[in-house]
């Protein structure tokens, strides 16, 4: 079982306590009390309902499948993923993958095949330190196909 990043940890983090406190809301809105028709809790009772939904759904939204979950169950295709990683991704980390030491730019060659595929998702979805995100720039295959072609070049 390989270690996950931190900040990857840390997203999986708020997305439960998320959905966590999504669905106490939910919970605690539609729990019976005793109560009268005159009790303002009872007149209150449509609206905190209607905001417990609000809530679970954005829990539910955080706790369904991220995108990285999405990109892992693609099938990549390497061919293209080396055309993405030379248009993206060789100016950091060089077209052979060993990286810029000088500049702190990693290799990939050393490194990728100690992290996990979803490690690796992860990194190149949001960026890191001095590594833009590509998750407005690239589609879901292409990432995928970033990933097939990290692990058939670079190990
Ligand atoms: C502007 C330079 C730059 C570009 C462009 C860039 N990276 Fe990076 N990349 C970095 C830096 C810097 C790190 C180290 C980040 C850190 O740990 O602080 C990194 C880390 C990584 C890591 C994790 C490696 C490790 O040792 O933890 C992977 C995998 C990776 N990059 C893949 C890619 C891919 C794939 C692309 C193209 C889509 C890409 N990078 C584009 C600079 C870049």
Redo the contacts with the bound molecule.
């Keep these: 079982m390989q270690a996950s990043h931190p900040a990857i940890v840390e997203t999986r983090k708020v997305a439960v306590d998320c959905c966590f406190s999504g669905c106490a809301a939910a919970f605690i809105a539609y729990h019976p009390q005793p109560t009268t028709t005159e009790d303002l809790e009872y007149r209150m009772r449509p609206l905190i309902a209607a905001a417990a939904i609000l809530i679970a759904a954005v829990a539910s939204q955080a706790c369904g499948e991220s995108d990285a979950d999405k990109i892992l169950a693609l099938s990549g295709n390497s061919a293209n993923g080396g055309t993405?990683?030379t248009a993206?991704?060789a100016?950091?980390?060089m077209a052979d993958g060993t990286g810029n030491a000088d500049a702190?730019?990693?290799s990939?060659v050393e490194?990728?095949m100690h992290?996990s595929d979803m490690d690796?998702v992860e990194?190149?979805l949001e960026g890191?330190?001095?590594?833009?995100e590509?998750r407005s720039k690239?589609s879901d295959q292409e990432i995928a196909d970033?990933l097939a072609y990290?692990r058939a070049t670079f190990g």
């Design positions: 993405v990683y993206q991704c100016v950091c980390h702190n730019y990693p990939l490194h990728a992290e690796i990194v190149i890191e330190g001095a590594m833009p590509f690239l970033l990290i």
